[in-house]
């Protein structure tokens, strides 16, 4: 089983602040690696898959980055809708595991 | 458009059973591989089991293998995963999920639906 590891945990930012959040797997997962947001009491909603492609009404300001076992989930400049927690996830292989979550908080 | 409608869940003792539904709708449903997902309660997400277009290829978490059964019925746009012998731990909100062929992102979710095991 492949486990992904996110981090941090949780983050308190400001408006307007850049937010980074990071997935590590425990093995080569190629591009295979896909983010999302879940806001309190709301479905989890795709945000990049394979790990740096937006998607479809995803806003701009979400993009992701890195292959193999290290990925990232930027958030520029962030909004305070973006109050949300975050899970990244792998396609590459079953059982389909995601990472624990990042919970983002505004200030 | 794309919707994806949940239905059943509820309060269960343990041992207990219980079925989830989930109708589709907006897309080619048989085309589709299909996945739930659970988040118990506080808790993050959890993949439970995944079923391939034609029921040729049926996936289950190690947690549920044995007690749950998903199933689908492609003339009626339909999924369902069959619950029994459920345990307090599989207290969950139980997602059904869209999933191009088991290697994709899921791109679709439901509203989910809470089972409480209690």
């Known amino acids: 089983e492949i486990v992904l590891t996110q981090s941090p945990e949780f983050q308190s930012v400001t408006p307007k602040e850049k937010v980074t959040i990071t997935c590590r797997a425990s093995q080569d997962i190629g591009s295979s690696l896909h983010w999302y947001q879940q806001r309190p009491g709301q479905s989890p909603k795709l945000l990049i898959k394979?790990?740096?492609q937006s998607f479809s009404g995803a806003p701009s300001r979400f993009s992701g980055s890195g292959s193999g076992t290290d990925f990232t989930l930027t958030i520029d400049s962030l909004e305070v809708e973006d109050a949300a927690t975050y899970y990244c996830d792998q396609s590459i292989s079953f059982p389909r595991t995601f990472g624990q979550g990042t919970k983002v908080e505004i200030k | 458009e794309v919707e994806l409608v949940q239905s059943g869940g509820g309060l269960v003792k343990p041992g207990g059973s219980l079925r989830l539904s989930c109708k589709a709708s907006?897309?080619?449903?048989?085309?589709?591989?299909m996945t739930w997902v659970r988040q118990a309660p506080g808790e993050g997400l959890e993949w439970v089991s995944s079923?391939?277009?034609?029921?040729?290829?049926?996936y289950y978490a190690d947690s549920v293998r044995g007690r749950f059964t998903v199933s689908r019925d492609n003339s009626d746009n339909s999924l369902s995963l069959q619950m029994n012998s459920l345990r307090v731990e599989d207290t969950a909100t139980y997602y059904c999920?869209?999933?191009?062929?088991?290697?994709?992102?899921?791109?679709?979710w439901g509203q989910g639906t809470l089972v409480t095991v209690s």
């Open positions: 394979f790990a740096s």
């Open positions: 907006g897309f080619n449903f048989g085309s589709y591989f």
């Open positions: 999920v869209r999933d191009f062929s088991g290697y994709e992102p899921y791109d679709s």
């Open positions: 079923i391939s277009a034609y029921s040729t290829h049926l």
